[in-house]
Structures are given as C-alpha cells and as structure tokens.
Nanobody
Framework: QVQLVESGGGLVQAGGSLRLSCAAS????????LGWFRQAPGKEREFVAV????????RYADSVKGRFTISRDTAKNTAYLQINSLQPEDTALYSC????????????????WGKGTLVTVTS
C-alpha cells in the first residue's frame, strides 16, 4: 500500500483559494486513481475529485466543477487540488486516497487513505 500525506489546508476567508497537496510514497498502480474526498462535521464523507494516474483523466463532483482543479505530477508522485472561490460550505477535512474508484461511500473503492488536511472557510 502507498502512504499518503496531505498538506496545504488552513483557515481562509470566503472567496479565497488554497492548493492542497497529496504526496505518495510507493508506486501508484498506473490505472488507479488518486483523489480527494472531504468530510464535514456530522456529515458523510463525499467525493470531490479524482485523477487517473496513467493518463490524467479527471472526474469531479458536480458541486465543485468550475472551482476545483485536480492535477498530478508523476515525477514527484504528488497530486494537487486547487480550490478557488472557497465558500463556508467547503469547510471540511480533505483526505487523499488511492484506488480503483469503483464504488460509492464510504470508501469509494479506494485502498489507501491519508489522515487529511483541514480546510476552514470563514464568511
């Protein structure tokens, strides 16, 4: 299993931006996805965005399309999530995960999970 470490979260005002990073140690299987999921207090974990490691194919939750962009740097074994126009409802623990992404919550078919990075958006 790969080990995943997230960074880049923080406290930001509404309308601001953040760039989250997910550094992976170990080899990511080519056809696997590396992705971001978030969980707000008292709510179920939800899908945000994923990127397929071998070809960069991306998928997004409808709620974040146009504001969030997922990318990867295969040389650095790192995935990124650029978040723009942050809103208070984006406040959550953002976790990175790796896997086949072939099912729904809670694990979405992902094998490995990081501990997460907290994003807090104030109005």
């Amino acid at each position: 299993q790969v080990q995943l470490v997230e960074s880049g979260g923080g406290l930001v005002q509404a309308g601001g931006s953040l760039r989250l990073s997910c550094a992976a140690s170990g080899r990511i299987v080519d056809w696997y996805y590396l992705g971001w999921f978030r969980q707000a207090p008292g709510k179920e974990r939800e899908f945000v965005a994923v990127i397929r490691w071998n070809d960069g194919n991306t998928r997004y939750a409808d709620s974040v399309k146009g504001r969030f962009t997922i990318s990867r740097d295969t040389a650095k074994n790192t995935a990124y999530l650029q978040i723009n126009s942050l809103q208070p409802e984006d406040t959550a623990l953002y976790s990175c995960a790796e896997g086949v992404f072939n099912s729904g919550p809670p694990d979405y078919g992902m094998n490995s999970w990081g501990k997460g990075t907290l994003v807090t958006v104030t109005s």
